[in-house]
């Protein structure tokens, strides 16, 4: 399974960017792939998700971030307005493996997936 994240940058607050990830492979639930990020010296924490079609975001991203996927393509998106400078981080993507499904009350908890993009970084600064 390969997970390409791409689409990174520095950008000014307030800004927008958008993220992609392509998903090869056979071996991942299809049905779950998320975005997850990490900033210097935090922990990982989770972003959005798309779970059996429907949408989940983290509440600190909630009404600025959009979450999408493009089936035809196996690509992963994340779109990303009004950002801040809290928004700093390494973003990655991540997949279960088949026949894994994250409970929704766990969805948040990266040792639920399997599979890991290698990550892009976005800088927010003026």
């Known amino acids: 399974v390969q997970l390409q994240a791409s689409g990174g940058g520095l950008v000014k607050p307030g800004g927008s960017l958008r993220l992609s990830c392509a998903a090869s492979?056979?071996?991942?639930?299809?049905?779950?792939l998320g975005w997850f990020r990490q900033a210097l010296g935090k922990e990982r924490e989770f972003v959005a998700l798309?779970?059996?079609?429907?949408?989940h975001y983290a509440n600190s991203v909630k009404g600025r971030f959009t979450i999408s996927r493009d089936n035809g393509k196996n690509t992963l998106y994340l779109q990303m307005n009004s950002l801040k400078p809290e928004d700093t981080a390494v973003y990655y993507c991540?997949?279960?493996?088949?026949?894994?499904?994250?409970?929704?009350?766990?969805?948040?908890?990266?040792?639920?997936?399997?599979?890991w993009g290698q990550g892009t970084q976005v800088t927010v600064s003026s």
């Open positions: 798309i779970r059996l079609g429907n949408s």
């Open positions: 991540a997949a279960p493996r088949s026949g894994r499904l994250p409970i929704l009350s766990n969805i948040d908890d990266p040792s639920g997936y399997d599979y």
């Open positions: 492979g056979q071996t991942f639930n299809r049905h779950v």
